[in-house]
């Protein structure tokens, strides 16, 4: 994996955490209700952990989120 990927991966992660953390849901929450694991969703948003994640659940992320699958890839500097 590229250094690229991997930053992205981690702003990927971050940007997960900041909605989850923005609707008051906690790990367990959202990876309940998306069929993860906690432990699969925490290296997700780990930012010094790049996993990476399949297009489907990120749909399911968005979904859960209420929020547009396009913000996810807004990433913050």
């Known amino acids: 994996m ?3 990927r991997k930053k992205q991966y981690r702003q990927l992660g971050l940007t997960i955490a900041y909605y989850r953390k923005l609707t008051g849901m906690t790990q367990m929450q959202l990876a309940e ?14 930012p010094n952990m790049p996993t ?26």
């Open 2 to 4: 590229t250094e690229k």
């Open 52 to 77: 990476s994640v399949s297009l489907e659940l990120l749909f399911d992320i968005s979904d859960v989120l209420e929020i547009p699958i396009s913000k996810l890839f807004e990433f913050r500097e």
């Open 33 to 46: 209700a998306i069929n993860v694991s906690r432990t699969h969703l925490s290296n997700i948003e780990a």
